[in-house]
């Protein structure tokens, strides 16, 4: 459970650090060192454990393994093409846009940036509570919207504010599918976990668990990029740098798409 824990404290820690190393070629490495140490921490994880890990925060399920891989691997490959994107854009400096310009540590807040995106990104994975998980998910968006903004230019901008008014939007319904959730539960009902619904199903109120699903699959899909809330997805992916876009696309849908696949299992057991 320990690995679990630090497998969302360590990218947040380094991620802050690399805000203050001055030094161009070691906040790279550092990138590269927190991938690689995420990705070996992930599979002690996935391995050093036969079942699931049902903490009542933190764990990790069958589903929460598959996805913790996914991430991990793309999210290293992404941080290693990282070091050749930042020599071929170093500093890059766009046209002003209201007095805004690239800052001299354009490319120190896009590795703390990436190393917060990581953190998010397992938190929403290994978050067995519904709550904790959209805190995760939320996170995210946060985390992400400085790097789909890295050129400062105004087509970056516009994606940029794109994808976060959009994906608020999406969150805020996912909110309001937690909270429907948490009106199917009963006094049975102990946990706000999957495998705790999904334990005592027979215990929940079936009408508010269908309300529950609706805000979640819009919520979360707006995440995903699905129709009609997709707006956000062709700007966002065009304007952020290619290792931004890939994670965007290749990991952090997946975390949305958890999201729904949990909630699913819940109602499945109904």
């Known amino acids: 459970m320990t690995t679990a824990y630090a497998l969302i404290i360590l990218p947040v820690i380094t991620g802050i650090i690399s805000l203050f190393i001055s030094s161009e070629r070691l906040r790279r490495n550092l990138l590269v060192v927190v991938a690689f140490t995420h990705l070996f921490m992930s599979i002690v994880l996935c391995k050093g454990e036969a079942g699931e890990l049902n903490g009542v925060w933190i ?10 891989m996914i991430t991990s691997l793309l999210f290293t490959g992404s941080a290693i093409y990282s070091m050749v994107y930042l020599d071929k854009h170093p500093h890059f400096n766009g046209p002003a846009i209201a007095g805004l310009r690239m800052p001299a540590n354009s490319n120190a807040i896009f590795a703390a940036c990436m190393q917060l995106f990581l953190a998010a990104m397992s938190l929403s994975i290994l978050s067995m509570n519904f709550g904790l998980q959209w805190i995760g998910i939320e996170a995210t968006t946060l985390a992400s919207t400085p790097l789909i903004y890295y050129h400062r230019n105004k087509r970056s901008l516009e994606a940029a504010w794109k994808y976060m ?55 979360y899909g707006t995440k995903m ?31 949305a798409f958890l999201g729904i696949l949990r909630i699913y299992k819940v109602c499945a057991a109904v």
């Open 59 to 68: 764990g990790l399920d069958h589903l929460g393994r598959l996805f913790l």
């Open 165 to 219: 008014i959009l994906c608020s939007v999406g969150i805020a319904l996912a909110l309001m599918g937690v909270f429907f959730l948490a009106m199917t539960s009963s006094s049975h009902v102990q946990q706000f976990t999957p495998a705790g619904l999904v334990l005592f199903a027979g215990y929940l109120k079936v009408e508010w668990l269908k309300v529950a699903f609706i805000f979640f699959l819009v919520g």
């Open 225 to 255: 990029g699905l129709a009609p809330m997709h707006n956000w997805l062709p700007d966002a992916h065009s304007e952020a740098p290619s290792p931004v876009s890939a994670v965007l696309s290749g990991a952090l849908l997946n975390c």
